[in-house]
């Protein structure tokens, strides 16, 4: 599949900010996913970004350069809830590769 | 159906025997896949189908893993002589035509004893 790297673990304080970091391989690429899954569920959508910039939903925002293949995801005011695991998948060549993911654990 | 249905959901067998899983994607979404997931790991991409095309089943760990996706709907995995290594949840994802999100089913959790 394609090389896609992010951070394994991060911890931040409930009410924080934490981003988390992807990158990805640029060959065929045609869009980069944020899914969120929280443990012993399947994992759901959060976000897509497919031109440079800053995409914001609320608490959360994405971000695309895709002359570097590098994506963040941010999550802002930290809640317990928000404790899971990141995914970030990236779309190349129209078939979907998912990373390993990034466990993010929120503490009070 | 409105999602992506599984069945089943918990499934238990011994070792050596085959297992059958099956995914029923979102109505007209074209492409399927097939993902592993073992406790505390990331999704291990197994196979993928789009459309009409060859599927990729670059994934598939052995040749015990098959799978096949009938009329471009619903897809069935199968395990041959399962091992304990198997034990896993297995997940699967549709998706609809261009770049767009995939949506998962809620998994079938594997156990072989």
């Known amino acids: 599949g394609q090389n896609i790297d992010q951070p394994t673990e991060m911890t931040a304080t409930e009410g924080a900010i934490v981003q988390i970091n992807c990158t990805y391989q640029?060959?065929?690429?045609?869009?980069l996913f944020w899914y969120q899954q929280h443990a012993g569920e399947a994992p759901t959508f959060l976000s897509y970004n497919v031109l440079d910039g800053l995409e914001e939903k609320g608490r959360f925002s994405s971000f695309l350069s895709r002359s570097k293949g590098y994506s963040y995801l941010l999550l802002k005011e930290l809640q317990m809830k928000d404790s899971a695991s990141y995914l970030c998948a990236s779309d190349n060549d129209y078939k979907l590769s998912f990373g390993a993911g990034t466990t993010v654990t929120v503490r009070a | 159906g409105a999602g992506v249905s599984q069945s089943p959901s918990n499934k238990v067998t011994e070792k050596g025997k085959d297992v059958e899983l099956r995914c029923d994607p979102i109505s007209g979404h074209t492409a399927l896949y097939w993902y592993r997931q073992s406790l505390g790991q990331g999704l291990e991409f197994l196979i993928y189908?789009?459309?009409?095309?060859?599927?990729?089943k670059s994934g598939l760990p052995s040749d015990r893993f098959s799978a096949e996706r009938t009329g471009g709907s619903v897809s069935t995995l199968t395990i041959q002589r399962t091992q304990q290594e198997d034990s896993a949840v297995y997940l699967c994802a549709s998706q609809g035509g261009g770049v767009t999100e995939a949506f998962f089913g809620q998994g079938t959790r594997l156990t072989v004893v």
């Open positions: 640029t060959s065929g690429f045609n869009g």
């Open positions: 189908f789009q459309g009409n095309s060859a599927p990729d």
